[in-house]
Nanobody, 128 residues
Framework: EVQLVESGGGSVQAGGSLRLSCVASGYITRSTCMGWFRQAQGREREGLATVYSGGSSTVYAESVKGRFTVSRDNSKNTLYLQLNSLKPEDSAMYYC?????????????????????WGQGTQVTVSS
């Protein structure tokens, strides 16, 4: 069992930045797949960035590559997502998710209904 709690969302103007945090607890191993996903109203959930709990590899969605950065602080059991150069179309509920394992990080990113554990989400609103 893994518990995830996100924070850090808010309202910003276009071009602004936010840093989202996800504190994880429970049974987390080096092979635990973790990631950030988002869902805007009326749209499908999409993967943004994925990472192994114990590794350095990351995979990003093309829509956020170069603007968003995922990082981990394992001493704090925390996953971060730095959001830069925000656009109004980035407005959505942002979720942290995890599974005990995944086929690949790319698969985890592209199958946003598959993660087993989800946080409650944190809202990001970007105004023009």
């Amino acid at each position: 069992e893994v518990q995830l709690v996100e924070s850090g969302g808010g309202s910003v103007q276009a071009g602004g930045s936010l840093r989202l945090s996800c504190v994880a607890s429970g049974y987390i191993t080096r092979s635990t797949c973790m990631g950030w996903f988002r869902q805007a109203q009326g749209r499908e959930r999409e993967g943004l960035a994925t990472v192994y709990s114990g590794g350095s590899s990351t995979v990003y969605a093309e829509s956020v590559k170069g603007r968003f950065t995922v990082s981990r602080d394992n001493s704090k059991n925390t996953l971060y997502l730095q959001l830069n150069s925000l656009k109004p179309e980035d407005s959505a509920m942002y979720y942290c998710a995890a599974s005990e394992s995944c086929a690949t990080l790319g698969w985890f990113l592209n199958h946003p209904r598959e993660p087993k554990y989800w946080g409650q989400g944190t809202q990001v609103t970007v105004s023009s």
